[in-house]
Protein backbone atom coordinates (compact mmCIF):
# COMPACT_ATOMS: atom_id res chain seq x y z
CA UNK A 1 0.00 0.00 0.00
CA UNK A 2 1.45 3.61 -1.12
CA UNK A 3 0.23 6.15 1.53
CA UNK A 4 0.11 9.68 -0.15
CA UNK A 5 -0.97 13.14 1.51
CA UNK A 6 -4.19 12.67 0.61
CA UNK A 7 -4.53 8.90 1.86
CA UNK A 8 -6.70 9.01 5.30
CA UNK A 9 -4.83 6.66 7.91
CA UNK A 10 -6.51 4.76 10.72
CA UNK A 11 -5.22 2.63 13.31
CA UNK A 12 -5.66 -0.84 13.11
CA UNK A 13 -9.02 -1.60 14.54
CA UNK A 14 -7.51 -4.54 17.09
CA UNK A 15 -4.38 -1.89 18.33
CA UNK A 16 -4.81 0.58 21.05
CA UNK A 17 -2.21 3.56 22.15
CA UNK A 18 -1.10 3.60 25.55
CA UNK A 19 0.98 5.52 27.91
CA UNK A 20 3.51 2.87 29.75
CA UNK A 21 4.22 4.39 33.13
CA UNK A 22 7.35 2.07 33.72
CA UNK A 23 9.27 3.41 30.19
CA UNK A 24 7.49 6.47 30.80
CA UNK A 25 6.78 6.28 27.31
CA UNK A 26 4.02 6.02 24.85
CA UNK A 27 3.10 2.32 23.53
CA UNK A 28 1.14 0.69 20.50
CA UNK A 29 0.16 -2.55 21.51
CA UNK A 30 -1.67 -5.18 19.61
CA UNK A 31 -2.14 -8.98 19.17
CA UNK A 32 1.08 -10.58 19.78
CA UNK A 33 3.43 -7.55 19.59
CA UNK A 34 4.29 -3.84 21.38
CA UNK A 35 5.68 -0.50 19.49
CA UNK A 36 7.30 1.36 21.97
CA UNK A 37 6.38 4.95 20.38
CA UNK A 38 8.99 8.15 20.22
CA UNK A 39 7.23 11.36 21.26
CA UNK A 40 7.15 12.16 17.63
CA UNK A 41 5.55 8.95 16.58
CA UNK A 42 3.46 9.32 19.31
CA UNK A 43 2.47 12.91 17.79
CA UNK A 44 1.46 11.62 14.63
CA UNK A 45 -0.67 8.33 16.04
CA UNK A 46 -2.94 10.82 18.16
CA UNK A 47 -3.69 12.83 14.81
CA UNK A 48 -4.51 9.59 12.81
CA UNK A 49 -8.39 9.65 13.82
CA UNK A 50 -9.68 8.36 10.45
CA UNK A 51 -10.84 11.64 9.49
CA UNK A 52 -7.82 13.56 8.84
CA UNK A 53 -5.72 12.78 5.90
CA UNK A 54 -1.78 12.69 6.21
CA UNK A 55 -1.62 16.26 5.00
CA UNK A 56 -3.71 17.51 7.24
CA UNK A 57 -1.97 15.76 9.77
CA UNK A 58 1.05 17.21 8.73
CA UNK A 59 -0.19 20.62 8.75
CA UNK A 60 -0.96 20.33 12.56
CA UNK A 61 2.67 19.04 13.19
CA UNK A 62 3.94 21.65 10.87
CA UNK A 63 2.34 24.16 12.80
CA UNK A 64 3.87 22.73 15.63
CA UNK A 65 7.33 21.93 14.87
CA UNK A 66 7.64 25.44 12.49
CA UNK A 67 8.62 23.13 9.75
CA UNK A 68 7.66 20.47 6.62
CA UNK A 69 7.09 17.69 7.92
CA UNK A 70 4.46 15.87 5.30
CA UNK A 71 7.04 13.33 3.90
CA UNK A 72 8.29 12.55 7.67
CA UNK A 73 4.73 11.62 8.52
CA UNK A 74 4.51 9.60 5.24
CA UNK A 75 7.43 7.24 6.15
CA UNK A 76 6.98 7.32 9.43
CA UNK A 77 2.91 5.95 8.94
CA UNK A 78 3.89 3.46 5.54
CA UNK A 79 6.43 1.75 8.11
CA UNK A 80 3.24 0.51 10.19
CA UNK A 81 1.39 0.11 7.44
CA UNK A 82 3.45 -2.46 6.49
CA UNK A 83 2.69 -4.37 9.00
CA UNK A 84 -1.20 -3.45 8.63
CA UNK A 85 -0.82 -1.66 12.01
CA UNK A 86 -1.98 1.78 10.06
CA UNK A 87 -4.85 1.47 7.57
CA UNK A 88 -6.77 3.19 4.85
CA UNK A 89 -10.22 4.53 6.16
CA UNK B 1 25.31 -4.67 31.52
CA UNK B 2 21.87 -2.40 31.38
CA UNK B 3 18.88 -4.35 31.70
CA UNK B 4 16.02 -4.12 29.34
CA UNK B 5 12.50 -4.27 30.21
CA UNK B 6 11.16 -7.44 29.33
CA UNK B 7 7.64 -6.76 27.48
CA UNK B 8 5.81 -10.18 27.32
CA UNK B 9 5.06 -12.82 30.03
CA UNK B 10 3.75 -15.74 29.21
CA UNK B 11 2.16 -17.93 31.45
CA UNK B 12 1.60 -21.40 31.55
CA UNK B 13 -1.04 -21.64 33.69
CA UNK B 14 -1.59 -25.67 33.52
CA UNK B 15 0.18 -28.45 31.89
CA UNK B 16 -3.44 -30.09 31.71
CA UNK B 17 -4.86 -30.30 28.31
CA UNK B 18 -7.60 -32.77 26.81
CA UNK B 19 -5.71 -32.92 23.81
CA UNK B 20 -3.10 -35.30 22.95
CA UNK B 21 -0.96 -33.37 20.18
CA UNK B 22 2.80 -35.19 19.11
CA UNK B 23 4.66 -31.84 18.89
CA UNK B 24 3.31 -30.42 22.06
CA UNK B 25 6.17 -28.14 23.22
CA UNK B 26 5.19 -28.97 26.72
CA UNK B 27 7.91 -30.60 28.93
CA UNK B 28 7.58 -34.69 29.16
CA UNK B 29 7.51 -33.94 33.20
CA UNK B 30 4.40 -32.39 33.31
CA UNK B 31 3.20 -30.70 36.41
CA UNK B 32 -0.21 -31.78 37.92
CA UNK B 33 -3.23 -30.15 39.23
CA UNK B 34 -1.87 -29.67 42.87
CA UNK B 35 1.10 -28.62 41.80
CA UNK B 36 -0.43 -25.51 40.01
CA UNK B 37 0.32 -21.65 41.10
CA UNK B 38 -2.94 -20.51 42.65
CA UNK B 39 -4.88 -17.48 41.46
CA UNK B 40 -3.11 -15.51 44.26
CA UNK B 41 0.21 -16.67 43.50
CA UNK B 42 -0.34 -15.72 39.38
CA UNK B 43 -2.30 -12.54 40.39
CA UNK B 44 0.55 -11.37 42.20
CA UNK B 45 3.56 -12.35 39.15
CA UNK B 46 0.78 -10.13 36.72
CA UNK B 47 1.33 -7.13 39.02
CA UNK B 48 5.17 -7.79 38.94
CA UNK B 49 5.66 -8.34 35.46
CA UNK B 50 3.92 -5.18 34.82
CA UNK B 51 6.13 -3.39 37.26
CA UNK B 52 8.67 -4.35 35.64
CA UNK B 53 8.11 -3.69 32.50
CA UNK B 54 5.76 -6.49 30.72
CA UNK B 55 3.25 -5.16 28.12
CA UNK B 56 1.60 -8.68 26.40
CA UNK B 57 0.32 -11.23 28.63
CA UNK B 58 -0.27 -14.90 26.81
CA UNK B 59 -2.61 -17.13 29.24
CA UNK B 60 -1.45 -20.31 27.77
CA UNK B 61 -1.00 -24.01 29.07
CA UNK B 62 -1.94 -26.71 28.31
CA UNK B 63 -5.36 -25.85 27.93
CA UNK B 64 -6.15 -22.54 30.31
CA UNK B 65 -9.78 -23.06 30.28
CA UNK B 66 -9.50 -26.08 32.63
CA UNK B 67 -8.86 -23.99 35.24
CA UNK B 68 -12.18 -22.00 36.17
CA UNK B 69 -10.04 -18.47 37.42
CA UNK B 70 -8.74 -18.08 33.91
CA UNK B 71 -11.62 -15.28 33.68
CA UNK B 72 -10.28 -13.61 37.33
CA UNK B 73 -7.03 -14.03 36.23
CA UNK B 74 -7.84 -12.39 32.79
CA UNK B 75 -9.70 -9.36 34.93
CA UNK B 76 -6.69 -9.05 37.26
CA UNK B 77 -4.48 -8.77 34.41
CA UNK B 78 -6.22 -6.19 32.78
CA UNK B 79 -6.56 -3.98 35.80
CA UNK B 80 -2.94 -3.67 35.64
CA UNK B 81 -2.98 -2.56 32.50
CA UNK B 82 -1.79 -5.45 30.27
CA UNK B 83 -2.55 -6.33 26.98
CA UNK B 84 -3.67 -10.20 27.22
CA UNK B 85 -4.07 -13.22 24.88
CA UNK B 86 -5.47 -16.21 25.77
CA UNK B 87 -3.72 -19.42 23.83
CA UNK B 88 -6.81 -22.15 23.45
CA UNK B 89 -7.48 -24.83 21.97
CA UNK B 90 -11.31 -23.93 22.02
CA UNK B 91 -12.29 -27.07 23.94
CA UNK B 92 -14.05 -25.51 26.82
CA UNK B 93 -14.62 -22.14 25.30
CA UNK B 94 -18.58 -21.96 25.82
CA UNK B 95 -20.34 -18.68 25.24
CA UNK B 96 -21.19 -18.24 28.83
CA UNK B 97 -17.05 -18.48 29.56
CA UNK B 98 -16.42 -16.18 26.68
CA UNK B 99 -18.77 -13.79 27.73
CA UNK B 100 -16.88 -13.29 31.11
CA UNK B 101 -13.81 -13.47 29.40
CA UNK B 102 -15.16 -10.20 27.11
CA UNK B 103 -16.62 -8.18 30.30
CA UNK B 104 -13.20 -9.03 32.15
CA UNK B 105 -10.99 -7.07 29.43
CA UNK B 106 -9.53 -10.21 27.55
CA UNK B 107 -8.65 -8.71 24.39
CA UNK B 108 -7.49 -11.28 21.94
CA UNK B 109 -8.09 -15.16 21.78
CA UNK B 110 -5.99 -17.56 19.31
CA UNK B 111 -7.18 -21.21 18.93
CA UNK B 112 -5.46 -23.68 17.40
CA UNK B 113 -6.22 -26.26 15.12
CA UNK B 114 -4.61 -29.03 13.66
CA UNK B 115 -5.67 -29.19 10.47
CA UNK B 116 -8.57 -28.03 7.97
CA UNK B 117 -8.98 -31.73 7.26
CA UNK B 118 -10.95 -32.51 10.49
CA UNK B 119 -10.60 -36.26 9.98
CA UNK B 120 -6.90 -35.46 10.10
CA UNK B 121 -7.15 -32.86 12.68
CA UNK B 122 -8.98 -35.21 15.05
CA UNK B 123 -6.14 -38.08 14.56
CA UNK B 124 -3.12 -35.58 15.70
CA UNK B 125 -5.46 -34.20 18.55
CA UNK B 126 -6.12 -38.07 19.51
CA UNK B 127 -10.15 -36.89 20.25
CA UNK B 128 -12.43 -35.35 18.30
CA UNK B 129 -12.39 -31.32 19.01
CA UNK B 130 -13.21 -30.06 15.75
CA UNK B 131 -17.17 -29.15 16.63
CA UNK B 132 -16.17 -27.47 19.91
CA UNK B 133 -13.21 -25.58 18.08
CA UNK B 134 -15.51 -23.95 15.42
CA UNK B 135 -18.18 -22.98 18.12
CA UNK B 136 -15.61 -21.49 19.49
CA UNK B 137 -14.33 -19.22 16.70
CA UNK B 138 -17.72 -18.25 15.73
CA UNK B 139 -18.57 -16.73 19.81
CA UNK B 140 -14.88 -15.49 19.48
CA UNK B 141 -16.13 -13.79 16.57
CA UNK B 142 -19.37 -12.51 17.33
CA UNK B 143 -18.36 -11.22 20.48
CA UNK B 144 -15.79 -9.22 18.94
CA UNK B 145 -12.11 -10.15 20.86
CA UNK B 146 -8.81 -10.00 18.24
CA UNK B 147 -9.12 -13.30 16.89
CA UNK B 148 -5.99 -15.78 15.43
CA UNK B 149 -5.87 -19.36 14.88
CA UNK B 150 -2.52 -20.96 14.97
CA UNK B 151 -1.81 -24.56 13.53
CA UNK B 152 1.26 -26.27 13.99
CA UNK B 153 2.68 -27.42 10.82
CA UNK B 154 4.27 -30.65 9.94
CA UNK B 155 4.44 -33.46 7.63
CA UNK B 156 1.29 -35.01 7.51
CA UNK B 157 -0.81 -31.62 7.27
CA UNK B 158 1.88 -29.03 5.33
CA UNK B 159 0.39 -29.71 2.19
CA UNK B 160 -3.34 -28.47 3.27
CA UNK B 161 -1.67 -24.87 3.66
CA UNK B 162 -3.94 -23.64 1.29
CA UNK B 163 -6.85 -24.74 2.64
CA UNK B 164 -6.45 -24.12 6.14
CA UNK B 165 -5.48 -20.50 4.79
CA UNK B 166 -9.51 -20.14 3.53
CA UNK B 167 -10.38 -22.14 6.85
CA UNK B 168 -8.92 -19.41 9.06
CA UNK B 169 -10.55 -17.09 6.67
CA UNK B 170 -14.07 -18.58 6.21
CA UNK B 171 -13.82 -18.30 10.16
CA UNK B 172 -13.40 -14.72 10.45
CA UNK B 173 -9.54 -15.05 11.99
CA UNK B 174 -7.82 -11.47 11.96
CA UNK B 175 -4.88 -13.30 12.18
CA UNK B 176 -3.17 -16.60 11.04
CA UNK B 177 -0.30 -18.46 12.16
CA UNK B 178 0.93 -20.98 9.97
CA UNK B 179 4.25 -22.42 12.49
CA UNK B 180 6.57 -25.09 11.48
CA UNK B 181 6.77 -27.39 14.06
CA UNK B 182 10.16 -26.62 16.49
CA UNK B 183 11.61 -30.26 17.99
CA UNK B 184 11.68 -29.34 21.88
CA UNK B 185 10.16 -31.66 24.19
CA UNK B 186 7.19 -33.63 22.56
CA UNK B 187 7.91 -32.78 19.38
CA UNK B 188 11.60 -33.89 19.39
CA UNK B 189 10.38 -37.45 20.62
CA UNK B 190 8.47 -37.56 17.62
CA UNK B 191 10.71 -35.55 14.84
CA UNK B 192 11.14 -38.37 12.51
CA UNK B 193 7.43 -38.48 12.42
CA UNK B 194 6.63 -34.92 12.28
CA UNK B 195 9.37 -33.68 9.79
CA UNK B 196 7.99 -32.84 6.79
CA UNK B 197 10.58 -32.64 3.59
CA UNK B 198 12.25 -29.86 2.19
CA UNK B 199 9.86 -30.07 -1.35
CA UNK B 200 7.12 -29.77 0.90
CA UNK B 201 7.97 -26.77 2.99
CA UNK B 202 9.06 -24.61 -0.37
CA UNK B 203 5.66 -25.70 -1.26
CA UNK B 204 3.88 -24.88 1.28
CA UNK B 205 6.08 -21.40 1.88
CA UNK B 206 4.90 -20.25 -1.76
CA UNK B 207 1.30 -20.98 -0.89
CA UNK B 208 1.39 -18.62 2.51
CA UNK B 209 3.43 -16.02 0.47
CA UNK B 210 0.70 -15.34 -2.35
CA UNK B 211 -2.18 -15.50 -0.15
CA UNK B 212 -0.42 -13.16 2.09
CA UNK B 213 -1.27 -10.77 -0.48
CA UNK B 214 -4.67 -11.34 -1.08
CA UNK B 215 -6.04 -11.58 2.21
CA UNK B 216 -3.98 -8.35 2.95
CA UNK B 217 -5.99 -5.62 5.30
CA UNK B 218 -8.35 -8.50 6.14
CA UNK B 219 -6.60 -12.21 7.92
CA UNK B 220 -2.58 -11.14 8.55
CA UNK B 221 -0.53 -14.54 7.67
CA UNK B 222 2.42 -15.36 9.38
CA UNK B 223 4.48 -17.96 8.30
CA UNK B 224 7.16 -19.46 10.69
CA UNK B 225 9.90 -21.24 8.60
CA UNK B 226 11.12 -24.97 9.65
CA UNK B 227 14.62 -23.87 11.19
CA UNK B 228 16.38 -27.26 9.99
CA UNK B 229 15.99 -26.81 5.57
CA UNK B 230 16.86 -22.77 6.64
CA UNK B 231 21.03 -22.29 6.30
CA UNK B 232 21.43 -19.95 9.34
CA UNK B 233 19.39 -20.17 12.86
CA UNK B 234 16.70 -18.50 13.73
CA UNK B 235 17.16 -15.45 16.16
CA UNK B 236 16.51 -16.46 19.83
CA UNK B 237 13.37 -13.83 20.75
CA UNK B 238 15.73 -10.80 20.05
CA UNK B 239 18.26 -12.70 22.65
CA UNK B 240 17.96 -14.52 25.95
CA UNK B 241 16.79 -12.76 29.02
CA UNK B 242 15.77 -9.81 27.02
CA UNK B 243 12.24 -9.08 26.01
CA UNK B 244 10.79 -12.12 27.25
CA UNK B 245 9.85 -14.54 30.21
CA UNK B 246 7.86 -17.54 30.69
CA UNK B 247 6.04 -18.92 33.88
CA UNK B 248 5.33 -22.23 34.31
CA UNK B 249 2.39 -24.13 35.92
CA UNK B 250 4.23 -24.82 38.71
CA UNK B 251 6.36 -21.30 39.12
CA UNK B 252 9.58 -22.07 37.89
CA UNK B 253 10.47 -19.50 35.35
CA UNK B 254 12.25 -19.44 32.12
CA UNK B 255 13.51 -17.04 29.23
CA UNK B 256 11.31 -19.24 26.85
CA UNK B 257 9.96 -22.41 27.18
CA UNK B 258 12.24 -24.29 25.33
CA UNK B 259 14.40 -23.70 28.06
CA UNK B 260 12.86 -25.91 30.32
CA UNK B 261 15.05 -28.85 28.75
CA UNK B 262 18.04 -27.16 29.61
CA UNK B 263 18.71 -29.60 32.16
CA UNK B 264 22.43 -27.79 33.06
CA UNK B 265 19.99 -25.07 34.21
CA UNK B 266 17.82 -24.64 37.35
CA UNK B 267 15.08 -22.41 36.65
CA UNK B 268 14.06 -20.06 40.06
CA UNK B 269 10.25 -20.25 41.38
CA UNK B 270 8.10 -17.31 41.34
CA UNK B 271 7.02 -18.99 44.68
CA UNK B 272 10.49 -18.19 46.57
CA UNK B 273 11.86 -14.90 44.75
CA UNK B 274 10.32 -11.83 43.39
CA UNK B 275 9.79 -11.82 39.36
CA UNK B 276 12.14 -9.08 39.56
CA UNK B 277 14.97 -11.06 41.10
CA UNK B 278 14.75 -13.37 38.99
CA UNK B 279 14.71 -11.46 35.74
CA UNK B 280 17.83 -9.53 36.63
CA UNK B 281 19.83 -11.81 38.91
CA UNK B 282 18.96 -15.60 38.67
CA UNK B 283 21.73 -17.51 36.96
CA UNK B 284 19.41 -18.74 34.50
CA UNK B 285 18.63 -14.97 32.88
CA UNK B 286 21.94 -14.78 33.40
CA UNK B 287 23.42 -17.57 31.37
CA UNK B 288 23.23 -16.13 27.73
CA UNK B 289 23.05 -12.60 27.80
CA UNK B 290 25.25 -10.48 26.19
CA UNK B 291 28.14 -12.82 24.02
CA UNK B 292 30.83 -14.12 26.59
CA UNK B 293 29.30 -17.38 26.83
CA UNK B 294 29.68 -17.77 22.94
CA UNK B 295 31.93 -20.83 21.48
CA UNK B 296 33.83 -19.95 18.01
CA UNK B 297 32.38 -19.67 15.36
CA UNK B 298 29.61 -17.29 16.94
CA UNK B 299 31.73 -14.83 19.27
CA UNK B 300 33.33 -13.41 16.10
CA UNK B 301 30.47 -14.05 13.60
CA UNK B 302 28.92 -10.76 12.57
CA UNK B 303 25.82 -12.53 12.08
CA UNK B 304 25.96 -12.95 16.09
CA UNK B 305 24.34 -9.39 16.68
CA UNK B 306 20.99 -10.56 13.96
CA UNK B 307 20.67 -14.57 15.62
CA UNK B 308 22.43 -14.57 18.98
CA UNK B 309 23.99 -18.03 18.19
CA UNK B 310 20.28 -19.35 17.48
CA UNK B 311 18.58 -21.34 19.90
CA UNK B 312 20.44 -22.26 23.50
CA UNK B 313 17.35 -25.14 23.93
CA UNK B 314 18.19 -26.49 20.58
CA UNK B 315 22.48 -26.48 20.86
CA UNK B 316 21.78 -28.00 24.35
CA UNK B 317 18.78 -30.94 22.84
CA UNK B 318 20.98 -31.85 19.95
CA UNK B 319 24.91 -31.16 21.52
CA UNK B 320 24.51 -31.82 25.49
CA UNK B 321 26.41 -28.21 25.80
CA UNK B 322 24.21 -24.85 25.61
CA UNK B 323 27.23 -22.69 24.83
CA UNK B 324 27.59 -24.52 21.54
CA UNK B 325 26.13 -22.68 18.17
CA UNK B 326 23.11 -23.78 17.16
CA UNK B 327 23.68 -26.98 15.07
CA UNK B 328 20.92 -25.38 12.26
CA UNK B 329 24.23 -23.02 11.47
CA UNK B 330 25.65 -23.90 8.29
CA UNK B 331 29.11 -21.95 9.42
CA UNK B 332 29.32 -24.57 12.18
CA UNK B 333 30.49 -28.17 11.67
CA UNK B 334 28.10 -29.38 14.08
CA UNK B 335 25.64 -28.94 11.47
CA UNK B 336 25.99 -32.71 10.18
CA UNK B 337 23.48 -33.24 13.14
CA UNK B 338 20.65 -31.49 11.25
CA UNK B 339 21.79 -32.83 8.16
CA UNK B 340 21.65 -36.55 9.75
CA UNK B 341 18.49 -35.77 11.30
CA UNK B 342 16.90 -34.72 8.05
CA UNK B 343 17.52 -37.76 6.51
CA UNK B 344 16.81 -39.95 9.17
CA UNK B 345 13.37 -38.47 8.24
CA UNK B 346 12.79 -39.04 5.51
CA UNK B 347 10.24 -42.10 5.57
CA UNK B 348 7.85 -43.55 7.92
CA UNK B 349 7.35 -43.09 11.07
CA UNK B 350 4.65 -43.19 13.71
CA UNK B 351 3.84 -40.44 16.60
CA UNK B 352 3.78 -41.25 20.57
CA UNK B 353 1.23 -39.24 21.24
CA UNK B 354 1.17 -36.88 24.44
CA UNK B 355 -0.11 -38.61 27.37
CA UNK B 356 0.19 -36.51 31.10
CA UNK B 357 -1.05 -40.14 32.60
CA UNK B 358 1.82 -41.97 31.26
CA UNK B 359 4.76 -41.56 32.43
CA UNK B 360 6.87 -40.79 29.24
CA UNK B 361 9.42 -43.83 28.00
CA UNK B 362 12.79 -42.46 26.16
CA UNK B 363 14.07 -45.20 23.55
S1 LIG C 1 16.52 -20.24 23.38
FE1 LIG C 1 15.44 -21.15 21.68
S2 LIG C 1 13.39 -21.54 22.38
FE2 LIG C 1 14.37 -20.10 23.75
S3 LIG C 1 13.77 -18.10 23.00
FE3 LIG C 1 15.76 -18.60 22.17
S4 LIG C 1 15.24 -19.50 20.20
FE4 LIG C 1 13.40 -19.56 21.40
S1 LIG D 1 28.18 -18.84 13.57
FE1 LIG D 1 26.82 -18.43 15.31
S2 LIG D 1 26.37 -16.25 15.17
FE2 LIG D 1 27.22 -16.88 13.19
S3 LIG D 1 25.44 -17.37 11.94
FE3 LIG D 1 26.09 -19.26 12.90
S4 LIG D 1 24.91 -19.43 14.78
FE4 LIG D 1 24.75 -17.30 14.07
Known amino acids: ?89 | MLLNHPTTLLAEITHRCPLHCPYCSNPLEMTRADGELTTEDWTRVFTEARELGVLQLGLSGGEPLVRPDVEALAAHARAVGLYTTLVTSGVGLTRPRAEKLREAGLEHIQISFQDSDDAAADHVAGMSAVPQKRSAAAIVRELGFAFSINVVLHRANIDRVGDMIEMAASLGADRLELANTQYYGWALENRNALMPTRAQVDAAADIAEAAKGRHRGRMQIVYVLPDYHETYPKPCYGGWGKHYLMVAPDGRTLPCHGATHITTLRFDSVRDRPLRWIWEESPAFQAFRGDAWMQEPCRTCPRKAIDFGGCRCQAFALTGDATNPDPVCTLTPLRTIIDRAVQDAAGAHVYRFRYLSLEPQRV
Not at chain 1, 21 to 36: A, D, S, T, W
Request: net charge negative; glycine share 6%.
Open chain 1, 1 to 89: MTLTATSVPVLWRLARLEFDPVRKQRVLLYPEGVVLLNDTGAAILDLCDGRRSIGDVATILGERYHREVVDDVIEYLSRLADQELIRVA
